[in-house]
């Protein structure tokens, strides 16, 4: 799977929409971005995937790059829930099953 | 919404015990899986699951871990003699066929003492 680069951290104000950008420039065609996050110790809780349209569901919205080198995940109102650690993990849909996680993004939502 | 549920939620034990720790997949998945977090450290991949047999194993998976499905709901992992570096957050996962979005359960954290 491709390896994706994310920023560390990030802070976002409440109310606010959270841009969390991801680049994976080595992928290659059959895989999909995937975006997990993981509040605290809990389990890493899905929010969203895609190939290569754009992606909208009732959690967030995933832009990818035309040359699908990098994404976007955006929350369009942050709030305090959202603190979290956030996945940009790419991933082929046959043949290789384990989700590879990286660091992340540690998104604090300020109040 | 079905979700994938574990027990314990936290399990201690003494070095060189056996644990099992229990997860139930979502009802029509397929493939289950399980992960761990060391704290403060990255989740990692332990193991897949697909009908009734190990489909792909990491490095840490050794022969002190096994996996089963005893019957049509729960899905477990086995450590026959635990060490003091097993102690960690495991997560089960499941979805409903290979390559598709995978769901993870709250966890169980295990301490060895």
């Known amino acids: 799977d491709a390896k994706t680069t994310q920023p560390p951290s990030m802070d976002c104000a409440e109310g606010r929409a959270a841009n969390l950008p991801c680049n994976h420039s080595?992928?290659?065609?059959?895989?999909?971005v995937y975006w997990y996050r993981q509040i605290h110790s809990q389990g890493p809780q899905y929010i969203i995937h895609?190939?290569?349209n754009n992606e909208t569901n009732e959690m967030a919205s995933l832009i990818i790059t035309e040359d699908r080198k990098s994404s976007t995940l955006i929350l369009p109102h942050a709030t305090l829930r959202d603190t979290a650690v956030y996945y940009c993990?790419?991933?082929?849909?046959?043949?290789?099953?384990?989700?590879?996680f990286g660091t992340g993004t540690r998104l604090t939502i300020i109040p | 919404e079905p979700e994938v549920t574990q027990t314990p939620s936290h399990q201690v034990t003494q070095m060189g015990q056996e644990v099992i720790l229990r997860c139930v997949p979502i009802?029509?998945?397929?493939?289950f899986y399980w992960y761990r977090q060391i704290l403060g450290q990255k989740v990692e991949f332990l193991v897949s699951?697909?009908?009734?047999?190990?489909?792909?194993k990491s490095e840490i998976f050794d022969d002190q871990f096994s996996v089963e499905r005893p019957d049509g709901s729960n899905f477990t992992l086995k450590i026959r003699s635990t060490k003091l570096e097993d102690s960690a957050m495991y997560f089960c996962?499941?979805?409903?066929?290979?390559?598709?979005?995978?769901?993870f359960g709250p966890g169980t954290r295990l301490t060895v003492l």
């Open positions: 996962a499941s979805s409903v066929d290979r390559g598709n979005t995978q769901y």
């Open positions: 080595t992928i290659s065609g059959n895989e999909y």
């Open positions: 895609g190939l290569k």
């Open positions: 993990i790419a991933l082929t849909n046959f043949g290789n099953e384990k989700l590879t």
């Open positions: 009802s029509n998945h397929l493939y």
């Open positions: 699951f697909y009908n009734n047999e190990i489909s792909e």
